[in-house]
């Protein structure tokens, strides 16, 4: 069965560049959830969408900024990283309301 | 905002022993989510409760909305079930609401 695809899976990045984030949720999936994971950290809400609208937001920094396109993929922007932005991302798809299928997530390091 | 808390944060069991982790969160929720996440960073779905109890093969996952509370048992435990379980609050289109996780190890 097709799976939440995250691309890329590693980033390295120096401090204050930017960075985007791919996410291609399971197909016939109309919500996508972005989620910041810091070293030894519980997940963090960012950014969700239904049907390529922003739904919901969490604590997601003025530097970033996401959104959902016509075929529902999701694009999370990053820019003038700083290091403590280094964490593991994950995108999580799912039918609204439905139990939510998580990605592999793309680890980003801020040099 | 839902606060999620979870007992306890630490599990070491030995084989086989039954296991059981709690989450008590603190406003009505329209879900409640039960992950695993494995040493790799991976999250898996487990369970979403709004009511009553589930089961998957040596899971059971049950929740109580009166007393905003759930459970996650495992029988039989076994090396392999050794991850980070969280316990997530959230429905709709809104983000979850992450517990702090309890990571547990199973010995042979």
């Known amino acids: 069965a097709a799976g939440v695809i995250q691309s890329p899976r590693h980033l390295i990045k120096e401090k204050r560049e930017t960075a985007t984030l791919k996410c291609y949720p399971i197909?016939?999936?109309?919500?996508v959830y972005w989620y910041q994971q810091g070293p030894g950290q519980d997940p963090q809400f960012l950014i969700s969408f239904y049907e390529k609208m922003q739904s919901d937001k969490g604590s997601i920094p003025d530097r970033f900024s996401a959104q959902q396109f016509s075929d529902y993929h999701s694009e999370l922007n990053m820019s003038s990283l700083e290091l403590g932005d280094s964490a593991l991302y994950f995108c999580?798809?799912?039918?609204?309301?439905?139990?939510?299928?998580f990605g592999p997530g793309t680890r980003l390091t801020v040099l | 905002k839902n606060e999620v808390e979870q007992s306890p944060q630490n599990l070491t069991a030995q084989e086989g022993e039954f296991i059981t982790i709690n989450c008590s969160y603190s406003v009505g929720i329209s879900a409640l989510h039960w992950l695993q996440q494995h040493p790799g960073g991976g999250i898996v779905s487990l369970f979403m409760?709004?009511?009553g109890k589930k089961k998957h093969g040596r899971l059971i996952a049950t929740i109580n909305i009166q007393e905003k509370h759930s459970s996650l048992h495992i029988t039989a435990s076994h090396p392999r079930d050794s991850a980070v379980y969280i316990c997530?609050?959230?429905?709709?289109?809104?983000?979850?609401?992450f517990g702090k996780g309890t990571h547990l190890i199973i010995q042979p």
């Open positions: 197909p016939r999936h109309d919500t």
């Open positions: 997530a609050s959230g429905g709709g289109a809104d983000g979850l609401t």
């Open positions: 409760l709004s009511s």
């Open positions: 999580a798809s799912s039918l609204v309301g439905s139990e939510q299928f």
